[in-house]
């Protein structure tokens, strides 16, 4: 089982970046994914999350309107569409696949904003 985000990077406030992670070793296309960020200091938080097929998604308060979740089961993959970035979006985000009892995390990738 594997779970590989990847897009992290530096970039300016107000800037976009957009997050992948693609899974291996599982059936993707049954599990939920989520996405949760972890800042220097701080508890990891959860970010946004998407059901199994696509049709539902949420997200955290301080994310909303500015961040898009989405998933491509035929490629295995789960996005993070990032816009307008504020330095307080600065963090480690790891990926995190769920289905009843079972989850796994990725590694993690890191944003960092900052002028």
């Known amino acids: 089982v594997q779970l590989v985000e990847s897009g992290g990077g530096l970039v300016q406030p107000g800037g976009s970046l957009r997050l992948s992670c693609a899974a291996s070793g599982f059936t993707f296309s049954t599990y939920a994914m989520n996405w949760y960020r972890q800042a220097p200091g701080k508890e990891r938080e959860w970010v946004a999350g998407i059901t199994s097929a696509g049709g539902v998604t949420n997200y955290a308060e301080s994310v909303k309107g500015r961040f898009t979740i989405s998933r491509d089961n035929a490629k295995r993959t789960a996005y993070l569409q990032m816009n307008s970035l504020k330095p307080e979006d600065t963090a480690v985000y790891y990926c995190?696949?769920?289905?009843?009892?079972?989850?796994?995390w990725g590694q993690g990738t890191q944003v960092t904003v900052s002028s």
């Open positions: 995190r696949a769920l289905n009843m009892g079972r989850n796994y």
